[in-house]
């Protein structure tokens, strides 16, 4: 077990979004948490790092609970989590190189070490260095959202969040990018939690899959568990969802 979370509960405005959630991810594994819009997977994600508290329940990483945290032991934690938005959400003043190196800025290093550190995540991403001193609105969206991942990579963490990677991509792009996750997942050996609405992209990847409704868990479970399951609601969700994502294609 390496995340934990313990009947966490969340709301806002008095509407619960999480109610009494509990679910654990394994070390290691691609752990995708789909839903509706709206569901509470990008509040299940920053519950992880800390970046929301919940008014019950216990979030634990490696053992440690997070919610009970002080903002110093919250930033050493976040070093072991590399996290990647939906949006790229690269500095548009900076080269590549500084985007990338953004999390190592303040630790002393040479011109030349700080290159060293980007052309090889640059590189894990399938990036060609030639890109380094360029700026983000010279490349293309695609790229950016590699940066992006470059950018996660660069304290070598253990944990990579993903919120909504294939949100906006071409169908071609979003399947490299899947792939893209898999393979880092597998080489650097790192724990992926994917929060997405694209049950496509999750059945392709996933070891397990979490699936959110109503604040509750609604099926958890490997994707074989998930394709063959025989609860109604799950069933329905599922073929909502792929009809949904066939329109968005065609
Ligand atoms: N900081 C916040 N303050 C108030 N309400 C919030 C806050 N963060 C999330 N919410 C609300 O919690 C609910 C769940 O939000 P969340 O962003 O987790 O949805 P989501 O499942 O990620 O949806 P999407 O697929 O659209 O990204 C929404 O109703 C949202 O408006
Ligand atoms: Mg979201």
């Not at 630790?107 to 260095?129: D, I």
């Not at 944990?159 to 909504?164: I, N, P, V």
């Not at 694209?198 to 397990?208: E, F, S, T, Y």
Request: aromatic share 6%.
């Amino acid at each position: 077990m390496s995340i934990c979370f313990d009947k966490v509960s969340k709301s806002f405005g008095g509407k619960k979004v999480l109610d009494q959630i509990s679910f654990e991810i394994n070390k290691g594994e691609i752990f995708f948490i789909i839903g509706k819009s709206g569901v509470g997977k990008s509040v299940t994600l920053k519950h992880i790092i800390g970046l929301l508290k919940p008014e019950q329940g216990n979030i634990f990483l490696d053992e440690c609970c997070v919610n009970e945290l002080n903002s110093e032991e919250l930033t050493i934690l976040r070093q072991k989590c590399g996290m990647v938005f939906q949006h790229p959400a690269l500095l548009d003043f900076l080269s590549i190189k500084d985007n990338v190196c953004f999390g190592i800025r303040n630790q002393q290093l040479t011109a030349e070490e700080l290159k060293k550190s980007a052309c090889a995540k640059l590189a894990l991403v399938h990036l060609n260095e030639k890109i380094l001193n360029q700026y983000p609105h010279e490349v293309s969206f695609g790229m950016q959202k590699r940066v992006s991942i470059a950018r996660a990579l660069t304290l070598n963490p253990q944990y990579l969040l993903f919120d909504e990677p294939t949100t906006s991509l071409d169908p071609i792009s979003k399947n490299a990018i899947n792939d893209l996750i898999l393979e880092l997942s597998r080489s650097l050996n790192v724990t992926s939690v994917v929060v997405s609405h694209d049950i496509d992209c999750a059945l392709k990847i996933a070891d397990r899959i979490l699936v959110l409704e109503d604040g509750k868990i609604l099926a958890l479970g490997t994707t074989t568990e998930i394709k063959n399951s025989k609860n109604p609601f799950l069933i329905e969700f599922l073929s909502e969802t792929f009809i949904n994502s066939w329109d968005q294609v065609s």
